[in-house]
Structures are given as structure tokens and as C-alpha cells.
DNA sequence: CGCCTATGTAAGCAGATGCCTACGCTTCTG
DNA sequence: CAGAAGCGTAGGCATCTGCTTACATAGGCG
């Protein structure tokens, strides 16, 4: 769990799973949307990998990357434990969510 | 909101969350519950603070630290967007909560 | 095979970070 | 006011971490 958080500490590493969470995608594809290198990536996909946010496939030569969905669930469980009434929020949060996503523009 | 996600990259802080998780504490209380040094604590409060995950209250010379509830609920507006039917469950469970929540709650 | 494509790995460097000791600043208390 | 209590701050050090430039590895194709 404590790799999960480490590895969400990295902008960059949110910024790859923003990528991700429209699906999948290849390594090579996945760095050309940054302005840094491509073996930064690869490492930050090894991190994210070890720390089980997304998973790993090979097609060939090529390596295709995804979101680990379940992950974020087990995120969502833990930061729980620190919020009593967690439920009534999660309520007003997801009436919220439901709204903003009827409407493109919400605000 | 990256700020959040580094403050939580250190175990020693989650670990000071929980134990603020259990009602409002003073800085030198939270120190004697770990085995480093209370300035190394102070450090800790202080990005949890600038996180925006724990509020501080001075009470003559003691600081009151509490955990920032709002926070884990920005939190989890966050990581769902990383989980595309994560709004159906989240949206299901507040529903569920809505009718236990009915009854007089507890307090 | 020989070479190209797609990626991971290694080594080294620079900046960030957590911890420690020493010290400074408020707020009580007598 | 003087001293103590409760905490934050500063400076220094060791470690971690992300980035870059080679280099290695593995599969695909003629």
C-alpha cells in the first residue's frame, strides 16, 4: 500500500496514469507524449508496475501497459480508515460527480 | 493535490494520520509515539498541513493537530477519475449508506 | 544469419528529503 | 520579570530519486 502511495508521489507518474486510464498503450507511445526521455518512462512504468497501478503485457517486442482498475479501489479503502463519516461525503461526492457528468460544463 | 500525494509517499506521516484518525492530538503527544525525534515530527506536521491533510490549532503554547476530513474526500474525487466505474460504485455505496443513515446515527 | 525496432538496464550526477543537534520564539506561572 | 514548558526553525549530513547517456536484450523481417 505504501508503494502505492510512493508511487503516486511522482507527477509525472499521475500524468502516465491520466494517459492510461483512456487505455492502453505501449511504452514507446506513452513517452512520446512527454517532453523527457524515454528510459525515465520505463522506469516510472516499473514503479508503477511494482507498486501494482498498472499492469504489463508483451505484443512482440512491444510491452502494452494498463491501468490496474482494482488497485484504486484498494486506494479508496485505505484512505477510508481515516475518515469517520467517510460515507455521508462519499454520498454528496458521487451525487456531485453524477451531475457534473450530465452536464459537460458543469461550473 | 499533489501535494497530498507526496505528504502520504511517507510511511511516518500515514502513521501519524492514523493515529490522528482516533480524535485530535498535540504535537508532543503524536512525537512520544514514535521512536524518532520530536523536531523530526514537527517536519511532518508541517507538510501534512501545507497538504492540507491535518489542521493545526494553537491552545496557549500547545498546538492542537486534527485530521483535515475534506481532504480524503478531494482525495477520492481524484482517483476515480483513474477508474472508470468507479462513479457506478461509488454512487451505488452512497445510495446504500442513504438508507442506513435514516436511523439516528450514533455519536 | 544480419539488421532494425521496441524497450529495459546500468552508471553517474544533481536535486530533493528525512533525520539529528542546537537554538529561537511564545505563552504560562510564580 | 525570570524561568520553564511546548514547539517550530536552521544548518548539516546521509540517503533517495529522477534524469541523462550509453549499452544490452529480444523479437521481427529480409
Same mark, same amino acid.
Given at each position: 500500500?505504501? *508503494? ?5 508521489? #511522482? @507527477? =509525472?507518474? $499521475? ?8 487505455? %492502453? ?7 512520446? +507524449?512527454?517532453?523527457?526521455? /524515454? @528510459? *525515465?518512462?520505463?522506469? +516510472? &512504468? /516499473?514503479? &508503477? %508496475? ?6 504489463? =503485457? ?8 494498463? $491501468? /490496474?482498475?482494482?488497485?484504486?479501489? %484498494?486506494?479508496?479503502?485505505?484512505? !477510508? ?5 467517510? &460515507?455521508?461525503?462519499?454520498? !454528496? *461526492?458521487?451525487? #456531485?460527480?453524477?451531475?457534473?457528468? /450530465?452536464? @459537460?460544463? @458543469? =461550473?
Amino acid at each position: 500500500m505504501q *508503494a502505492m502511495l510512493k508511487a503516486l508521489a #511522482e @507527477p =509525472r507518474r $499521475v500524468a502516465i496514469l491520466e494517459l492510461l486510464s483512456g487505455g %492502453e498503450m505501449r511504452a514507446g507511445a506513452i513517452a512520446e +507524449h512527454f517532453e523527457t526521455t /524515454r @528510459p *525515465a518512462i520505463s522506469e +516510472h &512504468l /516499473r514503479v &508503477l %508496475e511494482d507498486a501494482g497501478l498498472v499492469t504489463q =503485457r508483451r505484443e512482440g517486442t512491444r510491452r502494452i501497459y494498463a $491501468v /490496474r482498475k482494482e488497485s484504486f479501489a %484498494e486506494l479508496r479503502r485505505f484512505l !477510508d480508515r481515516f475518515w469517520d463519516d467517510g &460515507l455521508t461525503r462519499l454520498k !454528496d *461526492a458521487a451525487e #456531485e460527480e453524477a451531475r457534473a457528468r /450530465r452536464r @459537460p460544463r @458543469p =461550473r
